[in-house]
Each structure stands twice: as structure tokens, then as C-alpha cells.
């Protein structure tokens, strides 16, 4: 007995400190911890001690009053206290509390107050996807001690845990063990996981297909999103199974039904998707983070009333992203100053919060109709949606009038507002309130999905798999139910695989991203490609000696890297097809072949137009690689290069330098082979074509011959010369060119300098 008392207070008591730690105010905080401790104990009925240990329950006699009344004695003061001195003092509390309890457990056993383990694994689960947080370890060892009595849920969290390394240590072979034991027992998250790791062969398993299908099926017929979307996106490419449109709509179906019924009113916390190529090349551009001076600055300025930068912070924090946390009570806060200036958006946005709730802003919809119907009679469009929504779901106090919520929409939908239009679209797909009309559906579906709006692509999608007002299109239907999965709440490990990344943790970095790929993400895929990509270039950042993180074969990096850069590619990633070109003409990963190069950059140039791809389609016309050495179709590609991106100018002009010498050389080259026939006649031999020798073959080579029976005049020994030396001197010719261009503009300002000078002196 005492035992369970010892684990239950080290994890209770632990998450009290970190929940007390992680809420503004530590007054507020022990208020909430009160209210929700309240909701969670109830009194036993009957039952021995031991008969509740077995069931994987904790008993409790004392009250929370005074396990709280300790923890803010040692927790006080400003500064956090870290996880280790908050457990030791955890124990503390424990030793006291268990004390008092063996006194009085075996006399009042009908007074003993449970608490469920389910209850703290919820606890800890909120506490690792909050953004507040900042005791990661505490929890994990709330989640260890959690696990060493047998509780799935807190089993399959830690072993996610020690697969991602996002709070803790990478260990994989910890992680392997774990999901081994859950897949006995038929957890289907854990028969997910070991599937993935199959597919990939991660982990120390073997890279078994079948082993990988027979996990993922087991998991789908569990109900889990993420096997159903991983067998989705398998059935639509045929990756291990039989291709299949109608096998890929049934669990796209499946997965994104779960997202639509859980979308959130307010849309939800903000996922932004990058691409570490992309960032890598411009990072200024494609950074997901804002610079944390700027809020600071809008800080300042809605602190003197500015409503734009309240209308801003307010938005911020009620989706959160960009490096904001998501916190509905600040963005009360900023909405409601905004809201006393008359700012009709603002009343709108309060109108959204309210009618959704949260733990920290509770449920209202009184309140919520009072600000949707202020901004409403203002004309806002936000405003109008939301109080047709109210009427719609009967939240009002007048109840359902589909009339009113029609016209509401009606006037939202025609300011372009994306929820009117869905809602619109609704109602005439569902036929409440009007004559059910599925085209007319379709219209305001489409005009809402033009705004992202995720439930309109769900409709959109549900039109399309069942041929309502349309033909019935599977492979469309399939495309719009993939879009809805991949904005469920997994989607949140692209944020946190790209935080591991510039932490500078790549393999934890790699396991998220290596498990969005097999989800058919295709950021997912391109990342990984970059990560492995990244490790082959420099293995310094690689930990193959650390037998619990997350390992592949040095010469598999290039070829892993290549499988994902063309999976990526198929999903019209043009960044991939350019990797996939350079792969090939530089032989990573796969033979080097400079016909399958050409191709990929030709593919990229015509499927979105980038300038490099151009720029190496030139190049490979210039030197005959792969294409038709053709220099008038090389200038072209790069004259399409310039017009493509201005960024393309100078290497493009280095590169037109180059051309116009060889192609100057080439003409003199011919003008001296005729005047040398004129003089000594024609020969009386055939003469040798330039195909007939190779590229790496010398010059002395070319012109001695064995049997002296070749001829060879001035223009074959020429071409011969720019064939054999095609890889250095146009190396040579850009050295030349660029310290020519370089002098020339260090002339240039020594002129304007100079006068400069004279202007001041006279």
C-alpha cells in the first residue's frame, strides 16, 4: 500500500509543480489545478487496496489541499525550479502524506478517493503539447513510472517519445521495445509505428514490405488515422500493394472524416509547412518564425492603443504559430481592447473564442451571440457568419431558425467571407433550410476552399467520391480527402521536427520527418531527402556510434535520399526533380547517366519554370552531356534563365562569355581548316569525324596514329582539343572572365572616385 502511494504522489505531485509553473499566476494557476482536481476524484464504493492496485488504480485518503499547501512552500518565488529539485521535493510531500496514510488506511478504506491513471496521463499528454511547458523531463518520468504498472496510454506516449527525441533522449531500441510489447497486446498506434519502422528498415528492423502491411492493416482495422493514411497513400501509388483508387478513397475517407469532425471553430493552432531546402537557400523568406523584436514592437504598439497591432497580437495568440503561444487568454485580452475602440473584427474574433471555448476561456454562448450580433449589425462578415452559425446549431436563445442563419450567411458569403460560403454551400448540400441542390453546393464549396477553408475540401471531396452534381471523379476525390488528413493534429510534427532540426538534433529531426513521408507528405518527404542528403555531405553531424539513436548504413544515405527526392518529385516538388538531375549527372545514390539528368530538368523547367533547371539544360546543350551540343539552344536556356529570376544574371553572363569564346574559337578553328585545305589540298584519305574519339582521350593520342594513315588538319585538332579538355577550360575561361569583369569595375570606381575629387576641389 504504501508503494502506491509513493507513485501516485511523484506523479501527482509532480504534475501539480509543472502545471503551477507553466500558468501565469501562480494564484490563478492552484485555482485551476483546484477545479480540475475536483472533476477527477470520486469515492469508493467497495474493494480491498490490493484488489485496486491489480486493477491499476491509486488510492488516496488525504485531501489535495495539502499536497498543494507543499508544493507552493517549495515552488516559491519567480524563478522556475527545475525537474529535478521539483521530484525531490515531490518525494518529500510524498513521505509525509504516505506517512499519516498507513495510519489510517486500514480503518478507513470507505473513505479512500481515486484517482484514475488515465486522469494523469491526460494531465502529463497537455502538458507535453502545450507550449508553455518547460519541465519536459519531469513528465517523462511521470510517464516512466506511469509505464512500470503496465498503463497502455502512457506506454504508447513514451514510446513516441523516445522515437521523436523531442523531450527527451533519443532511444530507439527503447522505443522498438516498448511497441513491440503494445502490438501483443494489440495497440493500434503501436502497430503503426512498427510498420513505419518496417517500411524504412529503422531501428534495428529489418526492411521487410510485407511485415510493414501486415502492421498497417492491423492498425487501420484498430481505427488509426495515421496506418489508414499510410495504406492510403501506399493503395494510391502502388508502393507494396496493389495500386487502387478506390482502396486509397476508402481510408483517405476514413482519416480526413476524423479531421473534419474534430476541426476546431477558431481553425485551430497554425502549422507551417517548410521546406529546409528552400529555407536553406533563402532563409530571410521561408523562416516559419516571426523576429521576436517585431512582436515586441507590435507589443508596444497596441500597448498605446494602436488596433491594428491588437487585432494582430489577438489573432496571434488565438491560433498561435509563427513562434507565439497559443494562449486564448491574452488574446482576450488584446480582441477586447481592440473590441472598446469599435473594431467590429475584433468583436468578431471574441465571438469565436467564446463559442468555442478552452480550458483557459470556458464555453459561453450568450456571450459569444452578444459579440457575433454587435459585429453583425455593423456589417462585419466575420460577424454575420458566426451569428447565422448560432441560429444554425440553435445556440441562440430564440433556438434553430434556419431562415436567419440562410440570410446571415447569404450577406456574409457575398463579402467573400469563407465561412458564410461554407455554410451556404452546407445547407444546400444537407437541404435544411432550403431545396437540397448539390451544384449550387459545389459553388460555395469551391468559393470557400479558394480560402483554404478545410471542412469546404471535406464537402468538396465527399461531392466528388460519390458523383453528387458531377461526375463522379475517384483520383480527385482522393486528392481532396489526402489535403483534409494532412491538416489533423499530427500535422503539428512538422513544427516540432523543425524546431529538433535547427536545434541541431537532425536524427530526431529525421524520425518525424521520415514518418510524415510514409504519411505521403510531401514537405515530409523533400525533408527528409534534404536531412539524409545533409548527413552523406558531412557526417560529422551523423550519430552511427550511438547505438539508441536513430541509425542507416553510411552507403545507404545517398540512395535513401534519392528514394525520397523522387517521391517528392511525383508530388510536384520542382525542387526535387532539379536533385533528382543533379543525383544522376553526378552519379549519388544511382549510376551517373546524363540522359535521365537531362530529363529531370527538363520536367522542372516545364513544370515551374525554375531558372536553375534552365541554367542546366543550357550548360548540357553547351558541352553535348546528355543532349545535342547545340549553342544555339544552350543560349536560349539561358536567356529563359534570366527571364526566370533576376538571382540567374550573373552566372548566366559568366556563362554566355563563355559560349560566345568557344563558339569565336570554333569559327577560327574552321576559318584555319579551309585555308589549310586550300594550301595543301584535299586529302585523299576519309576523314576522321570527331565522334569517333573519345572525351577522354589526349591530344597526342588524337594526332598520332599508329599506321599513319589518318590525315588530320587544324579545325580536328582544335575541336579534338575542346572535346578532351571540355571539364577544365571552361573553368579556366570563367576564372579569366570574372577577374576581367572584376578589374573593370575596380577601374570603373577609381574613375568616379577620382572624379569625385576634382568636382570637390573645384
Known amino acids: 500500500m504504501k508503494s502506491d502511494f509513493k507513485l501516485f504522489f511523484i506523479c501527482f505531485s509532480t504534475i501539480c509543480a509543472i502545471t503551477a509553473e507553466t500558468i501565469d499566476g501562480d494564484a490563478d494557476g492552484a485555482e485551476r489545478i483546484q477545479s480540475d482536481d475536483d472533476n477527477t476524484i470520486s469515492n469508493s464504493a467497495d474493494g480491498s487496496s490490493a484488489n485496486k492496485q491489480s486493477d491499476g488504480v491509486f488510492s488516496l485518503e488525504d485531501s489535495y489541499e495539502e499536497t498543494e499547501k507543499h508544493l507552493s512552500q517549495s515552488n516559491t518565488g519567480n524563478n522556475p525550479v527545475d525537474s529535478e529539485e521539483q521530484t525531490s521535493k515531490a518525494k518529500e510531500v510524498l513521505e509525509f502524506e504516505s506517512e499519516q496514510n498507513s495510519e489510517s488506511s486500514d480503518t478507513e478504506d470507505d473513505d479512500d478517493v481515486y484517482i484514475d491513471n488515465d486522469i494523469i496521463h491526460g494531465r502529463v499528454l497537455k502538458l507535453l503539447n502545450s507550449d508553455k511547458t518547460s519541465n519536459e523531463m519531469a513528465s ?101 500493394v496493389p495500386q487502387s483508387c478506390e482502396t486509397a478513397l476508402t481510408h483517405y475517407r476514413n482519416a480526413a472524416t476524423y479531421v473534419a469532425e474534430n476541426t476546431e471553430l477558431t481553425g485551430g493552432s497554425a502549422v507551417s509547412r517548410i521546406y529546409l531546402a528552400d529555407e536553406h537557400d533563402a532563409p530571410q523568406e521561408h523562416t516559419p518564425l516571426l523576429d521576436q523584436d517585431l512582436v515586441e514592437y507590435y507589443r508596444f504598439l497596441a500597448d498605446k492603443g494602436d488596433v491594428q497591432a491588437q487585432i494582430g497580437l489577438g489573432q496571434l495568440h488565438m491560433q498561435g504559430g509563427r513562434g507565439v503561444v497559443r494562449d486564448h487568454v491574452q488574446a482576450v485580452d488584446y480582441l477586447q481592447r481592440a473590441a472598446q475602440q469599435g473594431n467590429t473584427n475584433a468583436l468578431a474574433y471574441l465571438g469565436k473564442i467564446y463559442a468555442e471555448g478552452s480550458e483557459d476561456v470556458p464555453q459561453n454562448n450568450q456571450t459569444a451571440f452578444s459579440f457575433f450580433e454587435q459585429a453583425a449589425r455593423k456589417g462585419n462578415p466575420i460577424g454575420q457568419s458566426g451569428l447565422g452559425m448560432m441560429y444554425f446549431y440553435g445556440r441562440s436563445t430564440a433556438g434553430i431558425d434556419f431562415t436567419k442563419s440562410f440570410n446571415y450567411f447569404a450577406e456574409s458569403a457575398e463579402q467573400g467571407n469563407p465561412d458564410g460560403q461554407y455554410y451556404l454551400g452546407l445547407m444546400y448540400f444537407s437541404g435544411v433550410g432550403v431545396p437540397r441542390d448539390y451544384k449550387k453546393a459545389m459553388r460555395y464549396f469551391n468559393l470557400a476552399s479558394q480560402s483554404g477553408h478545410v471542412l469546404a475540401f471535406y464537402y468538396i471531396a465527399q461531392l466528388q467520391a460519390n458523383g453528387l452534381g458531377m461526375l463522379r471523379s475517384c483520383h480527385t476525390a482522393v486528392e481532396f480527402f489526402k489535403n483534409v488528413a494532412e491538416r489533423g493534429q499530427w500535422s503539428r510534427l512538422l513544427m516540432d521536427a523543425h524546431e529538433m532540426y535547427h536545434k541541431g538534433d537532425k536524427l530526431s529531426a529525421l524520425a518525424m520527418y521520415t514518418l510524415l513521408a510514409e504519411l505521403g507528405y510531401v514537405v515530409g518527404q523533400a525533408n527528409t531527402a534534404f536531412i539524409f542528403d545533409s548527413l552523406a555531405v558531412s557526417m560529422t553531424d551523423y550519430g552511427a556510434d ?67 533547371a534552365m541554367f542546366n539544360l543550357g550548360y548540357m546543350h553547351e558541352v553535348g552531356r546528355g543532349m545535342q551540343r547545340d549553342p544555339h539552344l544552350a543560349k536560349r536556356f539561358y536567356d529563359m534563365a534570366i527571364e526566370a529570376s533576376v538571382d540567374a544574371y550573373l552566372p548566366v553572363t559568366l556563362a554566355m ?55 588530320y588538319d587544324v579545325k580536328d585538332i582544335i575541336d579534338v582539343f575542346f572535346a578532351a579538355s571540355e571539364g577544365q577550360w571552361d573553368v579556366y575561361a570563367i576564372i579569366v572572365l570574372a577577374l576581367t569583369f572584376a578589374g573593370l569595375i575596380l577601374i570603373r570606381r577609381q574613375r568616379v572616385m577620382l572624379a569625385a575629387r576634382l568636382n570637390a576641389q573645384n
Open 546 to 612: 550511438n547505438e539508441e539513436a536513430l541509425t542507416v548504413p553510411v552507403d545507404e544515405l545517398y540512395t535513401r535520399a534519392l528514394h525520397y527526392w523522387g517521391r517528392a518529385a511525383s508530388q510536384g516538388y520542382g525542387r526535387a526533380r532539379i536533385k533528382l538531375g543533379d543525383y544522376h549527372y553526378y552519379g549519388k545514390g544511382t549510376a551517373i547517366d546524363y540522359t535521365a539528368a537531362a530529363l529531370q530538368y527538363q520536367l522542372a523547367s516545364e513544370q515551374s519554370h525554375d531558372a536553375q
Open 140 to 240: 517523462i518520468e511521470i510517464l516512466e513510472k506511469l509505464s512500470a504498472v503496465n498503463h497502455t496510454p502512457s506506454m504508447e506516449t513514451l514510446s513516441l517519445e523516445y522515437l521523436y527525441g523531442r523531450f527527451t533522449t533519443q532511444n530507439v531500441k527503447r522505443s522498438v521495445e516498448l511497441l513491440k510489447i503494445l502490438s501483443d497486446r494489440g495497440s493500434p498506434q503501436s502497430q503503426f509505428v512498427l510498420g513505419f519502422l518496417h517500411t524504412v528498415g529503422l531501428g534495428g528492423l529489418e526492411f521487410d514490405q510485407s511485415k510493414a502491411v501486415l502492421y498497417l492493416t492491423f492498425a487501420s482495422l484498430g481505427n488509426s488515422q495515421l496506418a489508414q493514411m499510410a495504406l492510403g497513400y501506399r493503395s494510391l501509388n502502388g508502393f507494396g
Open 657 to 711: 562569355y563563355r559560349l560566345n569564346l568557344a563558339y569565336g574559337l570554333s569559327l577560327i578553328g574552321e576559318y584555319l581548316s579551309n585555308t589549310w585545305s586550300n594550301l595543301i589540298g584535299p586529302s585523299t584519305e576519309d576523314e576522321p569525324q570527331l565522334d569517333d574519339y573519345h572525351t577522354d582521350s589526349s591530344l597526342d593520342d588524337m594526332v598520332e596514329d599508329d599506321d599513319n594513315t589518318h590525315k
